[in-house]
Structures are given as C-alpha cells and as structure tokens.
C-alpha cells in the first residue's frame, strides 16, 4: 500500500516545531577495506583449486627421475543474488508533507543499499565456523582445526580450544601463518597484517597494540606484537562480538566480494496513479575458495 496523507496526517498540518527524522551520519563503507572487491564480467562465475609440485625426491645414481604432477581440487561457484527495494507514495502526500520526510524515505533506499552490502560482504566471516558455509572443500568451515589437503595432511587456521582476542590467542595465530605449507606440503610464505574484531574489543586492541611494554605485567618485558606491524580493524557487522581474525592483506587471502549489478537507483510516476514510486536493484555475491590467510577464533 503506498504511503498515502492518511498514514501520515501528523506531517501535514504547520503545527509542529520540529520532525526528527531516523537518519543521520553513516560510517565509511567497511568492506571494501578488507574484501577483495571485483566486477562480475559473467555469471555465475567458478574457481578452481590446482595444486603445485611436491618437493625433490633423492634421485640415486643411475636411476630414472621420479615423476610428478599437479593435484585438481575442488571448485568454487560464484552466482549473483539479487535484491531490491521500493517505496510508493501518493502524490497528495508528496504535494502536502511539509517537512522533507518523503524526500528522506527515498534517499533511505540507498542507505538500505550499502547497509545490504555490508551485510552480505560480512556473512563470511559471521559464518566463518560454520561447515554449511564452505570453500573449495566441502564441509570445511571457512576457520577449522582439520582441514585436509589435497596431499592428505590435516592443518588448522583454528586455536583448539578457543581463546579470546589476547596477546597469547595473537602469538598463537601468527605461528599457525609462520608453519603454514601449501597443498603438497611446502613452505607457503603468507604474513598477517591486520586484526578485524568487534566494537567491544577495541580497547583491548589499543592496549595490545599501543604499548612498548607486554601488557598487563608489572616486569619491564617489551612487547613482542610490536615488531609484527599489526593494525587492527573494528567491524561493525560481526553479529557475535566473542569473534576475532587475523588476516592477510587484500588480494593474498581469498574472502571475494562479487558484483553483477552495481545499484541502479529510478523514481517515476505511475501514470495510472500518478503516485511516485522509487526503486532500487542491485546484485552480488560473496564467498571464498581457500582458507590460507585468515586465522579465527570464536572467543572460547
């Protein structure tokens, strides 16, 4: 039903002093900070797992070379979901509110639009132990104790048990980044760079991060988190605050943020109505294929 005088007859009349409205400043768009963000050129769009070689065997004197090739591993869809939103409203209501409320109710569309964005970049990692939610392999959440590799060998980017964001649960996470091999077992060279935790976190991260000295001890020991450059992020979309990450940078981990279809926004008169009538539309996906550079834990 479009919004029509009936449904807001207290913004008709001169008689009010003021009207406030629910809008106000927004934070800076988050997602793109962390997420590698692209432009679908089709859709839907896959990934797909190759593994390298193995490292060199003895090779005896006299005998025939050992051979070797590349392990195929799983795939990863990509499809664009679509969402969109609309507001109708008469043109009596338009014509008679008198204090822009219409106006902002329209502009809320493109609020709506980033916060939908957000929500769906941010999904990853809400769901990051979830096993219902997965990359190349399939029932491997996205931060595990056991994910197995193409070569069989179990690793984990998952404290166990859980700890919460700490100095200790940081040491912990960069030597998981430190040990990390790749799918035959190599050395695989991939450095964290920043920490993405929820609000209530923030002043232990400054702590963390803001001192010379280990925190919370009394002896005059340095802080040994200061020579690993971290920076810490504070997202505002973590739907539990107990979780925390430590990541690589953009472009070495693998969380993808996908867009089909950037909003496209339209107003128009029914000419039937003549009631205004504002949409907007837009279509993306988000996921990731492999698991290498994100450490997480859920808090403990």
């Not at 132990?129 to 690793?155: I, K, N, P």
């Not at 803001?210 to 971290?230: C, H, M, R, V």
């Not at 981990?253 to 009631?275: A, E, G």
Request: glycine share 8%; charged share 20%; aromatic share 10%.
């Amino acid at each position: 039903m479009p919004t029509n005088r009936g449904s807001i007859a207290a913004l008709v009349g001169p008689d009010l002093r003021k009207v406030h409205i629910d809008v106000g400043k927004e934070r800076p768009a988050e997602y793109p900070m962390f997420f590698n963000v692209e432009t679908m050129e089709w859709n839907p769009v896959t990934d797909q797992q190759v593994s390298g070689l193995s490292t060199l065997p003895s090779m005896p004197e006299g005998e025939q070379f050992t051979m070797d090739d590349i392990i195929i591993g799983g795939q990863k869809a990509y499809t664009a979901a679509s969402f969109g939103l609309a507001v109708e409203i008469t043109y009596a209501a338009w014509k008679d509110e008198l204090y822009g409320v219409m106006r902002e109710m329209v502009a809320g569309l493109t609020k709506a639009s980033r916060n939908r964005m957000e929500v769906s970049a941010w999904s990853i990692l809400n769901n990051a132990f979830s096993a219902s939610y997965t990359g190349f392999t399939s029932s491997e959440a996205l931060c595990a104790v056991s994910h197995t590799g193409m070569d069989g060998t179990v690793r984990a980017n998952r404290p166990s048990p859980d700890i919460g964001f700490s100095i200790t649960g940081l040491q912990d996470g960069i030597t998981r980044f430190e040990t990390m091999t790749d799918e035959r077992g190599l050395p695989r060279l991939m450095a964290p760079t920043q920490c993405i935790i929820a609000p209530n976190n923030k002043f232990v991260a400054r702590e963390i991060f803001g001192s010379g000295g280990k925190p919370y001890t009394a002896q005059n020991e340095i802080n040994a988190l200061i020579e690993e450059d971290l920076a810490y992020m504070v997202c505002h979309y973590l739907t539990t605050s107990a979780n925390w990450f430590l990541t690589s940078s953009q472009g070495e981990h693998d969380l993808n943020f996908m867009v089909r279809d950037y909003p496209i926004f339209d107003i128009f008169d029914d000419p039937w109505t003549k009631n205004a009538i504002a949409t907007i539309y837009q279509r993306h996906t988000q996921g990731y294929g492999t698991w290498r550079g994100i450490d997480g834990s859920n808090g403990g």
